[in-house]
C-alpha cells in the first residue's frame, strides 16, 4: 500500500455509509462487502428512511438508489444537499447517459449503473471518502488560520477563494461550493487562461484515470451557476470548444 491506501484501511472503521436501496437482497450484499472492508454501513429501504437516518447519525458518505417507493433517490439527494456535503453515489439500473447526467445535477457525486462488482463500488466509495476527509480536514483547520500572509488565496475579478479556510467569495458574498466543484475550481483559478480538458481535470482532481468526463462536465455546469451573473454568457469559467475549460485572465 502507498500512503494514501494505508490512510483508506486506517480510516474505514472511522466512516460511516449511509446505504440506501429498496432491494434487500441487494442493500445486504453490500452491506456484508463494506462492513468487510471495515465501515459502518447504516440501510435504508427508501428515501424516506434514509433522511430519517440522517437526522440521528453522522453519515460520511451515501449510496443511493435512484428508482424506489415513497420516496426516489433524486428527491431525496435534493433535500439532503440542503444540508449536506458529503460524497453521494447513485446506483440505477438505468444507463442512458441522459440519466446520468441527471443525478449528477441533482447533487450526486458520481453514478454506477447495475450490474456492478463489488470491487468498482469500494473503488468509487475509497476515492470518494479519500477526497472529502482532506476537504474536511481543511476545513478543521479553518480556525487555526488567520488569513495572513502565508494564506494561499487566488483573486480573479469578482471572484477570491481562499484554500487555507476552503472558502470563495463571489463580489464579497459567499457561495457555497461542494467539495468536488472547490477543488474544480482551485485548479482553473490557480492557472488562469491554461486551457484543461476534461480528462485533465478528471485526472488531477479525481486522481485517477479518466473515465467519466460527464462528471466534469457537469460540475462546470455547477459552479457557473455559482459564480457567474449570467450561466449562459459566462465572465469567467469558458469553454473552448473541443478542447477544454478555463478561467479567464481577468484583473
Sequence with gaps: YGEDEMEIQNRAGESRILLVEDDKE????????????GYRVFQAADGVEGLEILEREEIHLAIVDI?????????????????????VIFLSAKSEEVDKIMGLNMGADDYITKPFTPMELLARV??????????????????????????????????ELNEDTVELMVDGEPAKLTPMEFKIL???????????????????VWNERAINTDTVMVHVRNIREKI????????????????????????
Design 26 to 37: 441487494i442493500r445486504e450484499g453490500i452491506e456484508i462487502f463494506l462492513r468487510g472492508q
Design 67 to 87: 428508482m424506489m417507493p415513497r420516496m426516489d433517490g433524486v428527491t431525496m439527494v435534493i433535500r439532503l444537499r440542503e444540508h449536506y456535503d458529503f460524497p
Design 126 to 159: 475509497n476515492s470518494h471518502l479519500r477526497r472529502y476527509n482532506r476537504f474536511m480536514a481543511l476545513l478543521n483547520r479553518k480556525e487555526e488560520k488567520d488569513g495572513g500572509e502565508n494564506s494561499n488565496i487566488y483573486r480573479i475579478g469578482g471572484l
Design 186 to 204: 482551485s485548479l482553473l483559478m490557480k492557472n488562469p487562461g491554461h486551457v484543461f480538458s476534461a480528462d485533465d481535470i478528471y485526472e488531477r
Design 228 to 251: 457567474e451573473l449570467d450561466p449562459k454568457k459566462p465572465k469567467y469559467l469558458k469553454v473552448v470548444w473541443g478542447v477544454g475549460y478555463k478561467i479567464e485572465k481577468l484583473p
